[in-house]
């Protein structure tokens, strides 16, 4: 089993757009909005390499300026 938490940081005006690119992703759910761009993800899945995958995916996201690991537990 792997957890992992992150920031996703975009443009205020993007998130709606980063937000329906993230809820796509198998695994990861959207915890808060700071309402200035920053989004907190967090990713559960039984795949320690599906959880560095869905991160980089995130990254190269259109809108996306940076992704941010602030937690990472794995079994």
Known sequence: MS???LV??????NVPMVEKQI???????????????????SIDHPDRTHCSKMIMDMSAMKGVLNTSLIYEYYE
Do not use: F, H, M, Q
């Open 8 to 13: 996703v940081y975009s443009k205020p005006e």
């Open 23 to 41: 809820s796509a992703l198998e695994g990861v759910e959207i915890n808060a909005d700071s309402g200035d761009g920053r989004l907190v993800v």
């Open 3 to 5: 957890i992992c938490s």
